[in-house]
């Protein structure tokens, strides 16, 4: 095929010999009037036409439109420099997008205190933290620590809370909260609110969270009401202690702060994946957050709608760790050494006896009670469990038909009591209690 600027020779008229002494005795004069004058007077008219075509702002911008990009729309790089362009639009629009969708469901959350002085006299305090709307009809899910701070020292004591009020996005009205059930072990609460027509969250699956995942943490820190952060999620599965309970957590860089607890931490598809928890601080620590994965809250917050409380499994035995210099020392496997067996409990009708060294459960190596209660949690009460024990330089299976917790140690976990997790003996050292 061809176009305008190809060129057609036909060899029975192009290039013949006569034609070379022709072209050699060309004067100056002849070129001028065959060949410069009309390539000059084509310059001159085309460069009339385009400088009239810039003086019409239509025909300019259509000029300029063609020939500069509107948006970098993919990743370039210059050989030159070695700097690569990114394209951000897609990350903002999905953070606007992803704000506008959760924003909505999230709450703020004051508290009010009262607070007795050692000095005389009392007060109140308020306290502000976050909560994620779970249903249309007024149920929000929370931390228990945002609304059950009762604490004590030598010179004060804080109270139950006496007040609870709810307001909700892009709204002046407060709504007072009732405290529907809570429970320490989780750090996990909920409230309900008189009122309808409310948009819930959409709820993710934790469990299928990756390391390096877009996430933003929306809630209202320091007071900030509906502030939103946005990060990585940084870790999976941590274990973080505070105070006394154990969280298996997602890390995450998204920035929480005071007020953020009980907010959304999202993907980025809008989903909640996680209940902002708590950070680490302190002179060399930045962005640590946890966030509790929303996956191991459905079960829980089920059977705060439905009993107040949570019905969980219960073997009933006090233990120590065996590490691994310890097991070295007394020649001994690495696992949960039983300290005190509870009477009537599943593990004496079972046969559990003190000096044994459980190493397994269900198959799976325990080296801790962090890592039992973490297994055991996974069963419910009725279920039959196989425990690994090592006794008498023997390894022997014993299997534990799990009870519910007695009456008397929910209370306990409820109130966040030292005994959650730890029991002193006689000798003044600690034990960790697993139920």
Do not use: W
Not at 126 to 132: K, L, N
Not at 140 to 156: C, D, G, P, Q, R
Not at 270 to 280: A, D, H, Q, R, W
């Amino acid at each position: 095929m061809n176009n305008e600027n190809d060129f057609n020779f036909n060899n029975d008229n192009t290039f013949r010999t006569s034609s070379v002494k022709t072209v050699k005795n060309y004067s100056s004069t002849g070129f001028g009037k065959s060949v410069f004058v009309p390539f000059l007077s084509g310059i001159v008219g085309a460069t009339l036409v385009i400088g009239t075509c810039f003086g019409v702002p239509t025909i300019k911008n259509k000029l300029l439109q063609g020939s500069v990009p509107k948006q970098i729309t993919t990743s370039t790089s210059s050989s030159d420099s070695g700097t690569n362009l990114i394209n951000l639009s897609n990350y903002s629009d999905t953070s606007i997008a992803v704000a506008e969708k959760v924003l909505p469901s999230v709450v703020g959350i004051t508290v009010t205190y009262q607070i007795s002085s050692v000095f005389g006299g009392n007060s109140t305090s308020d306290a502000t933290g976050s909560g994620i709307i779970i249903s249309e009809d007024g149920y929000i899910l929370t931390n228990n620590h945002v609304i059950s701070s009762e604490s004590s020292s030598s010179y004060f004591e804080i109270g139950k809370a006496t007040s609870i009020k709810i307001n909700l996005y892009d709204s002046e009205e407060t709504f007072e909260a009732t405290v529907v059930g809570t429970d320490s072990y989780t750090d996990l609460a909920v409230l309900k609110i008189d009122k309808t027509g409310l948009i819930p969250a959409t709820l993710g699956n934790s469990d299928n969270v990756k390391v390096g995942e877009f996430v933003m943490a929306i809630g209202n820190p320091l007071g900030m009401d509906y502030s939103v952060t946005s990060g990585i999620v940084s870790a999976i599965d941590r274990e973080v202690e505070s105070d006394g309970s154990v969280y298996y957590a997602i890390q995450t860089d998204a920035a929480i702060n005071s007020g953020n607890s009980g907010g959304a931490l999202v993907n980025a598809n809008g989903e909640v994946i996680g209940v902002n928890t708590l950070k680490f601080s302190g002179t060399g620590i930045e962005g640590i957050g946890f966030a509790i994965p929303i996956s191991s809250t459905t079960s829980i917050v089920n059977q705060l709608i439905e009993h107040q409380t949570v019905k969980r499994p219960y073997i009933g035995i006090y233990g120590s760790s065996v590490d691994s210099t310890t097991a070295k020392r007394y020649n001994l496997p690495e696992g949960i050494y039983i300290e005190d067996v509870e009477k009537d409990s599943p593990a004496e009708k079972a046969g559990l006896k003190t000096s044994d060294i459980i190493t397994k459960i269900e198959g799976n190596d325990v080296k801790s009670v962090n890592e039992l209660n973490k297994i055991k949690y996974t069963h419910n009460i009725g279920d039959t469990v196989t425990l690994s024990v090592y006794r008498n330089n023997e390894n022997i299976d014993i299997e534990i038909l799990l009870a519910e917790t007695p009456a008397e140690d929910k209370t306990e976990e409820n109130n966040n009591q030292p005994t959650q997790n730890y029991k002193p003996n006689n000798s003044g050292s600690i034990f960790d209690l697993f139920r």
